[in-house]
């Protein structure tokens, strides 16, 4: 069986890392590994390849940045002749980044089966680009691997087939639990200095000029209370260019360069807090039990808040200081447990399930 993933973005290799490992365990199937080179920086991309000793990509698109017609566009027309050519038998896609949808509409127009893996979550938010890429990419799909129960409920209620749906857990924790050890080895932290970990690269979040001043502004007031420890998304780097002198970094307010994937880990477990606009990182601090301030009025992974340790502040910052405030009142309290079976079948074997039900097909 010849199985062909597709990744772009950071956040699909920490998803396809543990699915290619868990495949490459069985005889009889061959993996191909195609890059679109949505994100190109070594910090952005080659480094994840390499912590998370993944293959090298036996092709890579680069496509590069653009508009998101013109970054959908340059997959669309680079990847339909590499899977003419390569002919799988099926194509997994992973997330909601531009290159998703664009690699599962190709395979849907030219009748290669698609599987998405984290299929299901919804914002119900339909100006987050990444809302649309969901919708689409569940409605083409011959496989919907979903990594909790709500993601079942919603693409019920869209109408999908219930038997293409496989309730399989979260790969990103699969990961997370298989590096962790070596991450806190390789990056030990000083527990005597608390500190809270930033992350924020939404266009809604840091497009808004504006806003980004206030949130910094408030990031630098929270820095009298704390550390702060903020490696920097390129497009967000962009941004703080556009407003120039005025960013308060200081001794306290650190900003960063991209982190790679184990020094990144490292730093959440220990946080005492983590304020982000990310997905994934609401998912790795439910696990971690470490206290997650999302600074987005939605979520498209409600279990994070209903389950886990994730609050949504919005658009509130008065909300997020009251919120990180309470935080290091309880701070004195027993430290955050690091394994935790809190969400079902978030348990480091997702991707073996994913493996499972793919061959058994
Ligand atoms: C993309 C995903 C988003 C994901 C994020 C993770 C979409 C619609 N968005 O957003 O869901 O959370 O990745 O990082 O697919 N850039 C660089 N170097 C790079 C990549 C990008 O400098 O390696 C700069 C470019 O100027 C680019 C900007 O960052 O224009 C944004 O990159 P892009 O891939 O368009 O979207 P992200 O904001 O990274």
């Known amino acids: 069986m010849h199985i062909l993933h597709v990744v772009g973005a950071r956040p ?3 998803k396809a890392a543990p699915v290619l490992r868990a495949l490459a365990l069985h005889p009889g199937v061959r993996q191909t590994l195609i890059h679109t080179g949505q994100h190109y920086d070594s910090a952005m991309s080659d480094v994840f390849f390499q912590q998370l000793q993944m293959p090298m990509p036996d ?28 002919k799988p038998d099926i194509v997994l896609v992973y997330g909601d980044v531009n290159s998703t949808i664009a690699a599962a509409l190709v395979c849907s127009k030219i009748g290669i089966r698609v599987a998405h893996v984290e299929a299901g979550l919804r914002s119900r938010d339909r100006s987050m680009p990444e809302e649309i890429n969901r919708l ?3 409605q083409l799909s011959d496989l919907l691997f979903s990594p909790s129960q709500d993601g079942n409920e919603n693409l019920r209620a869209e109408g999908i ?3 293409k749906i496989h309730l399989v857990g979260n790969v990103m924790i699969d990961t997370l ?3 962790l050890p070596q991450a806190k080895k ?3 932290v000083d527990p005597s200095c608390p500190y809270a970990l930033v992350t924020l690269h939404r266009p809604s979040n840091v497009d808004d000029l504006p806003w980004l001043q206030e949130m910094l502004s408030t990031l630098s007031q929270l820095s009298e209370r704390l550390h702060i420890i903020f490696p920097v998304h390129p497009r967000t780097r962009q941004r703080l260019g556009a407003l120039g002198s005025s960013i308060a970094a200081n001794g306290r307010l650190q900003l960063l360069d991209p982190l790679p994937y184990l020094s990144f880990l490292a730093l959440q477990a220990r946080a005492a807090m983590v304020i982000t606009d990310s997905g994934g990182i609401q998912e790795e601090t439910s696990y971690l039990h470490v206290p997650c301030l999302t600074v987005r009025e939605n979520t498209e992974r409600p279990i994070t808040v ?12 008065e909300k997020l200081k ?8 309880t701070e004195s309290e027993p430290a955050p447990r690091e394994t935790s079976p809190g969400i079902p079948l978030w348990d480091g074997h997702a991707s073996e399930r994913i493996a499972e039900v793919i061959l058994r097909r």
């Open 12 to 14: 699909n290799f920490m």
């Open 59 to 86: 092709c890579n698109l680069g496509v590069g940045s653009g508009t998101h017609a013109q970054q959908t566009a340059a997959v669309l027309t680079a990847i339909e002749p590499v899977l003419m050519e390569r």
């Open 136 to 138: 689409v990419t569940d």
């Open 161 to 163: 087939d219930p038997g």
């Open 177 to 179: 639990v298989r590096l």
């Open 186 to 188: 390789e990056f030990p």
């Open 306 to 317: 209903s389950l886990g340790t994730n609050q949504l502040v919005g658009r509130d910052l």
């Open 322 to 329: 009251q919120a990180a405030r309470q935080i290091l009142r």
